[in-house]
């Protein structure tokens, strides 16, 4: 799945979408960002908006 559209997407799926790409193929937010070329700032923004933090240590969104 294409996360350049993330800002339209639904943050629920996105967050599961994002989780999945980071525990499957990009291991760090910075990673996947750059793959994706997105703005992190706006993707933990979004995210953030609909009650999800990044966790650093877990690598992942809760």
Known sequence: MDL???????????M???????RDEYGDLDNL???FDINKDAL???L????FDYLTEAKQFR
């Open 4 to 14: 350049a559209n993330f800002e339209k997407m639904d943050p629920i799926m996105l």
């Open 16 to 22: 599961s979408i994002v989780n999945m790409k980071l």
């Open 33 to 35: 960002v750059k793959a």
């Open 44 to 46: 933990i923004t979004k």
């Open 48 to 51: 953030s908006a609909a009650g």
